[in-house]
């Protein structure tokens, strides 16, 4: 699964400890999260395919983000 970019301000340490907390099944896998220097978020990336229901829940999070 790959998003991309939009206009959101968060950390990152926010944005993983949701993704976790919201997806457990993630808890091990690589996972690559990228801000601009304002805390946008640029990019994330999961090394697990998510279904379309979650990847959904995390647009509404994050709206910035397309796929």
Do not use: C, R
């Not at 990152?12 to 999260?33: E, M, Q, R």
């Amino acid at each position: 699964m790959k998003l991309e970019n939009k206009s959101k301000l968060d950390d990152i340490d926010n944005i993983s400890t949701w993704l976790i907390s919201n997806f457990p099944k993630i808890k091990d896998k690589p996972i690559s999260i990228e801000v601009n220097a304002q805390g946008k978020v640029n990019h994330i990336e999961i090394g697990y395919d998510l279904s379309k229901n979650d990847i959904k829940k995390i647009k509404e999070k994050y709206p910035e983000l397309s796929t």
